[in-house]
């Protein structure tokens, strides 16, 4: 069950993290799924998505999903990211990430993103494996 709504995660990311990426379509049960509109600043020569992009919308998917499932926790911090480059990411098409939890403990949140573009959303562009740390609860 999630504790936060779609509306509640975008305003409490406004006040506590205003420079990420992407929108949130939708948070459910242990998961989180993020649009990012692709811009000049997402680019690298080709047109593709550059790799930082990806690897920070990544991120940002996996924060979203546990904040989905924790409430709003601004230090909930990734201690460990692994990407995975399958394919290019074509510069004119939006990416959408599908953010998997799949272990929420007391103190480490274990997880999984798959990114696609939307030119083709049966073919992952990257995959990604993130922990994330979370703070003692008084």
């Not at 990420?20 to 000049?40: D, F, K, Q």
């Not at 940002?60 to 990211?81: F, K, N, R």
């Not at 939006?94 to 083709?120: M, N, P, Y």
């Amino acid at each position: 069950m999630t504790v936060m709504t779609v509306e509640q995660i975008e305003h409490f990311l406004d006040e506590v993290f205003p420079q990420r990426m992407g929108t949130i379509e939708s948070v459910g049960e242990m998961s989180a799924t993020m649009r990012l509109t692709i811009g000049n600043e997402h680019l690298r020569p080709g047109p593709r998505v550059s790799g930082p992009t990806m690897m920070g919308f990544a991120d940002v998917a996996m924060y979203v999903a546990i904040l989905a499932q924790i409430g709003p926790e601004p230090m909930a911090v990734t201690s460990d990211l692994n990407c995975h480059f399958l394919r290019a990411a074509s510069g004119d098409h939006d990416i959408i990430a599908h953010a998997k939890l799949i272990k929420l403990g007391r103190r480490l949140a274990v997880g999984e993103v798959q990114i696609v573009s939307t030119a083709d959303e049966t073919k992952p562009v990257i995959h990604v494996t993130a922990s994330y740390v979370l703070p003692d609860k008084p």
